[in-house]
């Protein structure tokens, strides 16, 4: 069979396809299989899913979208999950079609709006379909990147709202990273949009080794390219040195340590060099780690650049920092962070202010940083490929715990290894340490199986939206054909195919116990009473405890204090994450009074499970810290001793209930199939039937709890928001038009602080203080609460946090959780800072208060107030508009102005 590129090659000679024939004359080089595939299905006029390793080129196929808008004169939207990517695409673009053709859209930046080509973050596209903006007229074409970012438990729906709203008149290209269920996703994809080619190519165009790093040794991983077997010598090392470890600690007879003396990170860097593998990313997961290795890089002498490149790297600092104060410089460490630049060593995280992110982009890709200490925000899509790619740990933090990395993150990591046009192969390094499996890697190396799950579920401000443009039914079934339901739906299948062959064997087995004497399931009844009220009085029926068991696992929530009923953990636990996912039981994460920590299937809950108590969680709470395990398992003892929830005690069964039991066996004894010769076989045959029919209930079960799951949620939502007043049917009231602009996680809870005038009379930096509360997350808890203005930013605050509190009643009442509660932290350098204080102040004055806030974190938080302050100053009412927009005057100055990106 001839290849893409050969049946282009013909059809380029009969002139078919004339666009991509111009498209790929211009771009000056060969197009790859797939890319070719994508751009045919895109000028048939197709939509298409292409999946493909990272720096596989998938951006072709949506430079070719872009392309195809132009020649018609229609519209282009180039949407991206994060601002820098954004960024980046936009000079890309206008780089290729001029500043005239292309625009940029990202709630921080506005320029040329208009233009026939705009880039955009995913949420302003959101919005855009919400309000029916003008903009929207003429689109022909939407280039969704990383539309593999539907998964993210956080910002994912956003992207599953755009895909289901877009008008069908809309060609959708679609890029992912490689998953194994892309033809899973394309089918749905046709669902909503119609006719969509799945493109998918797991070929990278650079080969990717994979390698370990035991000290300063550098192994193979596999014995042989393409092999899933453990090289030999490796395997053979690695047991020789936990031999090593463990020999010389058992001589000094102490406690064993969990991990052994790390490589110092300059020998890593080192061995790199000499192994001709820089410029690297090494991932090290902690911000604190990555400007650590920095430092002990510098404090070893390291220097990887030469005078000429040292004095290259001065000039494009000096250019790209000048619009910052020497004052601002100064409380970044900008010398500090200089000094390491111009030895070719850098740290990347999110820590960092925008410009100076940036500027380490500009030098890694000028090869003038050849190594950069990073977290995982370095994978999210940023152009910044590496010869060589090294973990340093196979551990990270997910957002909620630390967790042990997946092989799709693992993938996504090592795939900025290897540069297309530049370097033959890419490496993959993971760094050995003490307990680390080497199998385990090769595992997660060669796994290809890793699916796209969607993580969509109405939210308030999606209801009121929906409700206003098509009225409650039809939102209610345009919400059902979100990707979440297609993934519950389709596990359904198996389940309904199982109740079918049950319902048939149900039948066989009505007939086997059929007796000539009379109704025999009628006796088979009585003896499963007495049965039952022999072995326990008070049990319900399994199926419907089992379904009851499920429902209460639902409503589960971080904090809640709950009793496992048997096996080794029985007892009190408190619940870490409820552990609820679309399409599949609740598993949740819970600790035990001993201080194990784990997650429990539901299946360890045969009954309904219950909240007896509630216990504060520290925010990001590490469950494999034994510190901290410990901590918690005294506040829920704490709460035991305090509450009175010793052990279950078992009730007696009382005289109605023997009273009960004698009448059963007298009227077991009385029914005529008693005297049936062959009463003890036809039983056998009502307890199989007995059994496979519970076992069919369950069954029905939960192929209902799945089955328009998605609408029975918005259902939720929309009964809460009508019983506070911000629906009537399917009519939104004025205050659900207000709601209607408010775009943030807590969009409830800032609508009833407007309506109900908590934040009205503030001045400009009091009202930024206040919400700030509704939007900050802290990195870590302090033990303290957090410093908060006086006067009326304090009252507003608890006013703030007393309906927080009445919402979250609401919320439990409804069987929901879509708001948390407020978070001061933030709440003070906010005030600060729009007060008209200096960085340097604002940022020491949270030092002295023994909170810890990073300048790229003060800047990005700041960023986002502006961001709902806008909001709020289009949804408030006049005097509540004005004080928002003087305060988002008030922040946007200094290192927040200069900022425009992050």
Not at 629 to 643: E, H, W, Y
Not at 855 to 869: E, I, M, P, S
Request: charged content about 25%.
């Amino acid at each position: 069979m001839s290849s893409a590129a050969e049946r282009y090659a013909a059809a380029r000679r009969r002139g078919a396809y004339p666009e991509l024939t111009r498209f790929a004359a211009e771009l000056g080089f060969v197009l790859d299989d797939f890319q070719v595939r994508a751009c045919e299905a895109l000028e048939d006029g197709s939509g298409v899913l292409v999946a493909a390793p990272t720096g596989a080129g998938k951006t072709v196929v949506g430079e070719f979208a872009v392309a195809l808008a132009l020649r018609a004169g229609r519209k282009c939207f180039y949407t991206a999950p994060i601002k820098a990517l954004s960024n980046q695409k936009y000079a890309d673009l206008r780089a290729r079609h001029g500043a005239a053709n292309v625009g940029l859209l990202t709630g921080d930046n506005a320029i040329n709006g208009d233009a026939a080509v705009v880039v955009m973050t995913t949420e302003v596209l959101r919005n855009m379909l919400y309000a029916g903006s003008s903009a929207l007229t003429g689109l022909g074409y939407v280039v969704m990147d990383e539309v593999h970012y539907l998964a993210d438990r956080f910002r994912g729906a956003v992207w599953e709202e755009v895909i289901i709203h877009l008008p069908a008149s809309v060609t959708l290209v679609s890029l992912s990273a490689t998953v194994s269920n892309a033809e899973e996703f394309a089918d749905w994809l046709v669902t909503v949009r119609g006719d969509t080619q799945v493109v998918v190519s797991e070929d990278r165009p650079v080969p990717l080794w994979q390698h370990m790093m035991v000290g300063t040794r550098m192994f193979d991983l596999f014995a042989r390219h393409g092999s899933r077997d453990v090289d030999p010598q490796l395997a053979r090392h690695v047991r020789e040195q936990e031999r090593r470890i463990e020999g010389r600690w058992e001589d000094r007879r102490g406690a064993r340590p969990r991990r052994g003396r790390p490589t110092p990170r300059p020998d890593v860097v080192d061995r790199l060099d000499r192994e001709g593998l820089l410029p690297a990313i090494v991932f090290i997961f902690s911000r604190a780690g990555c400007q650590a290795a920095v430092t002990q890089c510098l404090a070893a002498g390291l220097r990887l650049n030469d005078d000429t490149e040292r004095q290259r790297v001065r000039d494009i600092v000096a250019e790209r920092c000048s619009v910052l104060s020497p004052d601002d410089l100064h409380v970044l460490g900008y010398w500090e962070w200089l000094d390491g630049l111009e030895r070719g060593v850098a740290a990347h995280h999110a820590g960092l202010i925008p410009t100076f992110k940036e500027t380490v982009e500009q030098l890694f890709l000028e090869g003038l940083v050849k190594v950069v200490f990073a977290t995982e925000t370095l994978a999210l899509g940023i152009n910044m490929p590496a010869r060589s790619v090294l973990l340093e740990r196979l551990v990270k933090y997910n957002g909620e715990t630390h967790a042990d990395i997946t092989a799709g993150e693992y993938t996504q990591l090592t795939g900025r290894a290897g540069r297309r046009g530049i370097d033959i192969e890419g490496h993959a390094v993971v760094q050995w340490a003490p307990g680390v499996d080497p199998g385990l890697v090769a595992g997660l190396a060669s796994t290809r199986t890793y699916p796209l799950r969607s993580s969509f579920r109405p939210s308030y401000n999606m209801a009121v939206n929906l409700v206003a443009q098509v009225g409650r039914a039809a939102a209610r079934k345009l919400l059902e054909s979100s990707f979440a339901q297609f993934q519950a739906d389709r596990s359904v299948v198996g389940l309904a195919r199982q109740v079918q062959r049950n319902d048939e064997a149900l039948e066989g087995y009505a007939e086997a116990r059929r007796c000539h004497l009379g109704d025999f399931a009628g006796y088979a009844a009585l003896r499963r009473s007495i049965k039952e009220r022999e072995s326990l009085l008070s049990r319900e029926g399994a199926t419907r405890r089992r379904s009851m068991a499920l429902e209460s696992l639902e409503t589960l929530r971080a904090g809640d204090v709950i009793r496992i009923p048997s096996g080794r953990r029985q007892g009190l636990a408190v619940v870490l994450d409820p552990g609820r996912s679309a399409g599949a039981e609740p598993k949740p994460l819970v600790l035990t009074e001993q201080r194990w920590a784990g997650r429990l299937a539901a299946a360890e809950f045969p009954s309904p499970v219950q909240a007896l108590t509630r216990i504060a969680v520290p925010k990001q709470f590490n469950h494999r810290s034994p510190q901290a395990r410990k901590d918690l398992a005294a506040s829920l003892r704490n709460a035991r001793l305090a509450q009175d929830l010793g052990p279950r005690k078992k009730g007696r069964s009382s005289a109605a209930d023997d009273a009960e039991l004698a009448r059963l066996r007298a009227a077991l004894r009385s029914h005529p199939c008693h005297g049936c010769a062959d009463r003890e076989d036809h039983a056998r045959w009502a307890e199989r039937w007995d059994r496979l029919d519970r076992e069919t209930a369950g069954l029905r079960q939960r192929v209902q709890g799945k089955t328009h799951s998605i609408g029975r949620a918005f259902d939720r939502v929309c009964a809460l928001l009508e019983e506070r007043g911000y629906l009537a049917g399917d009519t939104i009231t004025d205050s659900g038009r207000a709601l209607s602009r408010i775009w943030s996680d807590s969009d409830l809870l800032v609508a009833e602080c407007l309506r109900s005038g908590v934040w009205g009379g503030l001045d400009a930096p009091a009202l930024a203080a206040v919400v700030s509360a509704v939007l900050y997350e802290s990195r870590n808890s302090e033990s303290d609460g957090p410093r908060v203005p006086e006067g009326p930013a304090r009252q507003a605050l608890a006013a703030t946090v007393s309906l927080w509190a009445g919402l979250e009643a609401a919320e439990s009442t409804h069987r929901l959780d879509l708001t948390r509660e407020p978070d001061l932290g933030f709440c003070w350098p906010a005030y600060r800072w729009a007060r008209g204080e200096p960085l340097d102040r604002v940022l020491s004055g949270l030092a002295e208060t023994g909170q810890e806030l990073a300048a790229g974190d003060f800047v990005r938080w700041c960023r986002q107030l502006l961001d709902l302050l806008d909001q709020i100053a289009k949804a408030a009412d006049a005097s509540t508009a004005t004080t928002a927009r003087e305060a988002i005057a008030a922040i946007r100055r200094g290192v927040v102005a200069q900022s425009g990106v992050g």
